[in-house]
């Protein structure tokens, strides 16, 4: 769906417009992306994956959202296939995001090992190029398989039907009969209860602790024991999710709203734990490589290095999320629901 400028007008749709009339307008409009994604894999592949992803994700989170509206059963089973596309389309864009992250981490940590000449040469810096060519050696490989991974999936009989009920979406989407109902009173109420989901679920965070941009009782716990860091982040993942679902339903019900500013907001709250994400994630690859046989200790120190560096950004993550948290927590706008 093409985005809006945000400075062009907005019109409201019409009052008679049905909820399903516009819920099936905006799965059609993603249904179609994701059709020119499979003309343009020819072309450009890896820009008709990121854009097939982008579809899939947003037929999924409307179908979920807005599920009270179509076929449970149907609506289930595509959201099922189209978590299994997105899930694998994504595994290869994260691994080279991970290998460049660290890399470009890495060097930043050796050259200000190095930056005093008559200190010589730090222990990050004497260890930074095996573990550079360590970890480039398991993230590239893990890339390839999951580009390998794709291209069998792109062959089999499991995306085809995909596919095929895809291109469906907007012609014979199963709607119920509350579909038939005026957009504003049976969207609106919808997309609130996807922001009262997310509202929730931030709620459970322990946002005082992020409330410094460097929290050394948490990064301590996560250094000392990978599990105690994957329970630590699971809760903010969790957000990211609910704060991706409830984007995503805005835009569903953008037609019907008069200019409020909450998917913005939530955009970058939502980039925030992106980049918590992103920054836990490498954290891990780094921890992983450390655990390799027969690494010379100097390789291990920097990778040491890199992983403390690592999940010292996933607290600087947490700390922006909480601060652009105090301008989305507020509830959904009485303007917005009011029929």
């Known amino acids: 769906m093409a985005q809006r400028h945000p400075d062009s007008a907005r019109l409201p749709a019409p009052p008679e417009t ?3 009339g516009v819920l099936a307008g905006h799965l059609g409009d993603h249904a179609a992306e994701f059709l020119r994604a499979l003309r343009l894999r020819g072309e450009d592949e890896q820009a008709a994956i990121a854009l097939l992803r982008g579809s899939a994700r947003r037929i999924s989170a409307a179908l979920h959202t807005y599920e009270a509206l179509v076929d449970p059963g149907w609506a289930e089973t595509l ?13 290869e864009h994260r ?4 290998l460049a992250r660290l890399t470009a981490a890495l ?7 190095a930056a005093d000449p008559a200190a010589g040469r730090g222990p990050v810096a004497v260890g930074a190029a ?4 360590l970890l480039e050696r398991q993230l590239t490989l893990a890339r390839t398989r999951a580009h390998s991974a794709t291209l069998q999936a792109f062959g089999s ?3 085809h039907a995909v596919a095929d009920h895809v291109a469906l979406l907007a012609s014979e989407l199963p709607l119920v009969p509350a579909a038939g109902g005026p957009a504003g009173p049976v969207l609106l109420p919808l997309a609130e209860r996807a922001h009262q989901r997310l509202t929730e679920a931030a709620a459970a965070l322990p946002l005082s602790a992020a409330g410094r941009a460097y929290n050394a009782h948490a990064t301590h716990g996560a250094l000392a024991d990978p599990a105690a860091a994957d329970q630590q982040d699971a809760p903010w993942h969790r957000v990211r999710a609910q704060a991706r679902l409830c984007r995503y339903a805005l835009e569903v019900v953008d037609p019907l709203l008069p200019g409020a500013p909450e998917a913005n907001r939530l955009h970058a709250a939502w980039r925030a734990l992106e980049r918590h994400r992103e ?11 450390a655990r390799t046989p027969r690494i010379t200790p100097a390789t291990a120190y920097a990778l040491g290095v890199l992983h403390a560096d690592q999940r010292a950004e996933v607290e600087a993550a947490r700390h922006a ?9 507020v509830p959904f706008p009485e303007a917005v629901t009011a029929p």
Do not use: K, N, P
């Open 107 to 113: 060097h930043r940590l050796a050259d200000g090992d």
């Open 321 to 329: 999320f909480g601060r652009i948290w105090q301008s989305v927590a």
């Open 18 to 20: 049905t909820a399903g």
């Open 130 to 133: 095996r573990a550079g060519a």
């Open 79 to 91: 959201r099922g296939e189209l978590r299994w596309l997105s899930t694998l389309l994504a595994r």
């Open 279 to 289: 920054a836990a994630d490498a954290a891990s690859a780094a921890a992983t490589a």
């Open 95 to 98: 691994y080279g995001g991970q």
């Open 157 to 159: 009989a499991r995306f």
